[in-house]
């Protein structure tokens, strides 16, 4: 069983919709969550950590559900410089810096 | 300030031959990575150091694999000998102090092994 998993998609939305992506893992001792963003043939990068109590930053929306296992990112009046790759994070062992990735679900923003 | 630097960019090699990755992580950055990425199985991590020591390679695949880190600003992936099913894209990625953090990730070096 893989440690995080994601539907990869693809997402194609109308510019200016919301779109919620789901991750659920494995582990019930993880401990740190995190989206990263990867864009085509770019590495990937933070875009945001995901807090317990659920944190916003501008128009995108994280959120952790310890008891389900899953963490929700929602996006809000999309973009066409949305489009790309978003990665699903999980932090297994603390201290350790080990973190798993998810094989991502891809989003297309249409004109 | 520059980010991680990993050489090659681009990497084409046939079946057999040794393949060198290199990467120079964030000046200060105590955690250095090595991860892989395919289609089919997204990103692995396949060793991390910390402070240069290896602290976990139970994700390098198989003895074909090493990595080094003789330095706080050097590292090396060889793959020796190579297979097709070793292509992919590896990336490296650096960070600071331990614990749940941004990886600061280079632009990676994309491996096709004929």
């Known amino acids: 069983r893989k440690e995080v998993e994601q539907d990869p998609g693809p997402f194609n939305v109308p510019e200016g919709a919301t779109v919620a992506f789901n991750c659920t893992y494995s582990n019930s001792a993880s401990q740190s969550f995190f989206w990263y963003r990867q864009d085509c043939r770019k590495e990937p990068k933070l875009l945001m950590s995901v807090y317990s109590s659920g944190n916003e930053d501008g128009r995108f929306t994280a959120q952790l559900n310890r008891a389900s296992q899953y963490i929700s990112l929602l996006i809000r009046d999309s973009k066409l410089s949305d489009s790309a790759t978003y990665l699903c994070v999980v932090d297994v062992q603390t201290g350790a810096n080990n973190l798993f990735f998810g094989t991502g679900t891809r989003l297309t923003v249409i004109p | 300030d520059a980010g991680v630097i990993q050489s090659p960019r681009h990497e084409v090699t046939e079946m057999g031959q040794e393949v060198t990755l290199r990467c120079k992580p964030i000046?200060?950055?105590?955690?250095l990575f090595w991860y892989r990425q395919t289609m089919m199985r997204g990103l692995e991590l396949l060793i991390y150091f910390n402070n240069n020591v290896p602290i976990d390679d139970s994700g390098m695949p198989e003895d074909r694999f090493s990595a080094k880190m003789p330095n706080a600003s050097f590292s090396t992936l060889k793959i020796q000998p190579s297979e097709p099913r070793d292509s992919a894209v590896y990336f490296c990625?650096?960070?600071?102090?331990?614990?749940?953090?941004?990886?600061?990730f280079g632009p990676g070096t994309r491996l096709t092994v004929l």
């Open positions: 000046s200060g950055h105590d955690y």
């Open positions: 990625a650096s960070s600071l102090a331990g614990g749940p953090g941004e990886q600061f």
